[in-house]
């Protein structure tokens, strides 16, 4: 035992040196109480705890912390055993879930632990297509998606009622969730338990739909199609709407009843795509149907879906949808191509009266598919055409306005199987214009050729298929007379000279241009002749309407005209003009070609076609002059002859 060393009286204690006295005694005062000898066991001495002792104690407190509060989360929480929770949680929710009606769900809550729960609170997770009406208890917050209970005890269970819309599709599957909060008695932290509902499936709508006509077409088809609808609720529905989305491919003939937006002068609108029916008042049980006919065209567009939905506006004009039926269709191409020809020309173009109209026809299966049973008709509308003229080697079954061929005329309009290309011709003439009532006949023909097929490949159907139509004005028709006289129609001479013209001595002679028109206005008229090299223009002329011109360059008579009106005859345009010849002696016992062909060009203003006419050319024998014809050839200097002067 350490010896204790006393201090001499005179010096004084510190304050430390006391109180570590003080400590000493009560030390000492405690053994000797539990029967300790002080003596014995010596002096008890007390040090410091060193840092790193204290470092030690801090860190061993936090661990316990830390394996108290898992602990907790174990025994109250979700970790590791889903089985095992503090709250028992079940959905019951209907069997039966009816698009746009009402339905209501219940959530059963039981406290399953053996001491109270404080705060209990549900925030619940709806699907998107739901639409919130009321709950009990109420809900506590602006989003309607939480409910605060309150305290359960041990054993302690209740109920939410949730009523709610559900907006979607028959066939939409969803499911509820909902994140239980509580305090457990005695703690002070706060724990969570997650619940979810199983997936149920939304089973019927208040309006039901149904959608008949063909799921498989083609372009040229004309298809119909029945919307069936029919209230499946229990009470009345007022304000429905149906919506039709039609796909591009769809041109649409006829809707009945007509859509709830006509156009503005009463008629259908049959341009957009969406059309949109009002069903006011659909009592319990009722149904109703909307029928459309149209046709389909060809289209690049590879999507091909009729659109049927059933639902309600709500007050912020947003369409909602009770329930949707899309119609998948199965786009066939028949391939079959018309063109259709007259004269060689598939475009628009003018004809005249009495022309032979001749057509031809090429069809050729560009598709996949073989053909069956086509019927090929060319529609021919017209008052002028002159049927009676008609050839056609394929003897077609001609009707009022069109002729037909069938398999029984061509056989392989029977079976037509891809790349076959076949032509059928015909021609027809236009009637000659004294045939022709002008004034109240339509002076024109517009043709266009049409195909029927009653199958392609296996798909049975009704398919007609047209060409491009061609439309053929009748033009104008404009006449020319040409002639030459050496005396006018009253005997008078016009001419001088000596007839029959003389080898070595001049001859005058008239050449007179007469035209006339009928139907249309013509511009830009001109008649041209050229004069043959020994002909010589004498410079007199006459015109009732245009100039005259004479260009020695290349010895041209023209005669141009601005514009002709409508029915104007000889009468009223005219001109003539003089030439004379001095034969030589190799012109002896010959005729002299005074000019050569006249040739009339003029382009009619309605069907903007040009239109020509030629004359023949003039010799000096004069055909159309009746005091002088026949005396045209030449003679040597002793022939007799007749001279003017």
Do not use: C
Request: hydrophobic share 35%; charged share 25%.
């Amino acid at each position: 035992m350490e010896e204790k060393k006393n201090k001499p009286a005179d010096e004084k204690e510190t304050p430390e040196e006391k109180h570590e006295q003080e400590i000493q005694k009560d030390i000492e005062n405690i053994y000797n109480s539990n029967g300790s000898d002080p003596a014995e066991t010596g002096k008890l001495n007390i040090r410091k705890a060193s840092w790193m002792k204290r470092v030690l104690l801090i860190q061993a407190g936090i661990a316990i912390v830390l394996l108290a509060a898992i602990a907790a989360f174990l025994f109250f929480g979700n970790g590791g055993n889903d089985e095992e929770t503090s709250l028992d949680v079940e959905f019951d929710i209907p069997e039966e879930i009816i698009s746009g009606a009402v339905s209501t769900f219940f959530v059963n809550y039981k406290n399953t632990e053996s001491h109270s729960l404080k705060d209990v609170e549900f925030t619940f997770r709806f699907p998107e297509i739901f639409e919130f009406v009321s709950s009990d208890p109420p809900m506590k917050n602006e989003f309607q998606d939480r409910i605060y209970i309150g305290n359960l005890l041990r054993g302690q269970s209740g109920m939410i009622a949730i009523s709610g819309t559900l907006m979607g599709d028959v066939g939409d599957l969803f499911s509820i969730g909902t994140t239980a909060s509580f305090q457990p008695q005695n703690f002070s932290s706060i724990f969570k338990e997650e619940f979810i509902s199983e997936t149920r499936q939304i089973t019927t709508s208040v309006i039901s739909l149904e959608v008949e006509g063909p799921r498989q077409v083609t372009p040229g088809q004309q298809a119909e199609y029945t919307i069936i609808y029919e209230n499946s609720t229990e009470g009345d529905l007022s304000d429905a709407l149906i919506v039709v989305t039609f796909p591009e491919s769809f041109s649409v003939l006829t809707l009945v009843p007509e859509p709830e937006k006509p156009s503005e002068d009463g008629q259908q609108d049959t341009s957009s795509l969406r059309k949109t029916w009002k069903i006011s008042d659909l009592k319990k049980g009722e149904s109703g149907t909307i029928q459309i006919a149209g046709e389909f065209r060809d289209t690049e567009v590879e999507s091909h879906e009729l659109i049927v939905e059933a639902g309600q506006q709500k007050p912020n004009h947003e369409f909602q949808v009770f329930q949707k039926d899309v119609v998948e269709l199965e786009y066939i191409s028949h391939g079959l191509k018309l063109d259709l020809a007259i004269n060689g020309v598939k475009e628009d173009s003018s004809v005249s009266f009495s022309d032979a109209l001749n057509y031809s026809l090429t069809y050729k299966n560009l598709g996949r598919e073989t053909l069956y049973d086509i019927t090929l008709t060319v529609d021919i509308a017209s008052d002028v055409l002159d049927w009676d003229t008609l050839i056609d080697s394929n003897h077609g079954q001609k009707q009022a306005k069109s002729i037909a061929w069938t398999k029984e005329e061509i056989p392989i309009l029977a079976v037509m199987r891809p790349l076959q290309e076949e032509t059928l011709e015909f021609s027809v003439r236009i009637k000659d214009i004294r045939d022709v009532d002008i004034e109240r006949s339509d002076l024109k023909t517009i043709s266009i050729a049409k195909a029927n097929i009653k199958k392609v490949g296996d798909l049975k159907t009704e398919i007609r298929v047209n060409s491009k139509s061609i439309e053929n004005k009748i033009n104008t028709q404009l006449e020319m007379n040409a002639s030459g006289r050496y005396f006018s129609e009253d005997n008078i001479a016009v001419g001088q000279g000596p007839l029959p013209p003389k080898v070595g001595e001049k001859t005058t002679f008239r050449i007179y241009w007469e035209i006339s028109n009928n139907l249309h206005e013509v511009k830009d008229v001109k008649v041209k002749t050229e004069l043959p090299l020994n002909i010589v223009w004498e410079d007199k002329f006459l015109t009732s309407v245009g100039v005259l011109e004479y260009d020695p360059r290349d010895n041209t008579v023209t005669w141009k005209i601005p514009k002709i009106l409508p029915n104007k005859g000889f009468d009223e345009l005219n001109a003539w003009f003089d030439i004379a010849v001095i034969p030589e002696e190799r012109d002896a016992g010959k005729l002299l070609l005074l000019t050569k062909e006249s040739i009339l060009s003029a382009v009619d203003t309605v069907t903007n076609s040009g239109v020509a006419e030629l004359s023949r050319s003039i010799t000096s024998n004069l055909e159309d002059d009746e005091f002088g014809g026949g005396r045209g050839l030449v003679v040597g200097g002793s022939a007799p002859t007749t001279d003017s002067d």
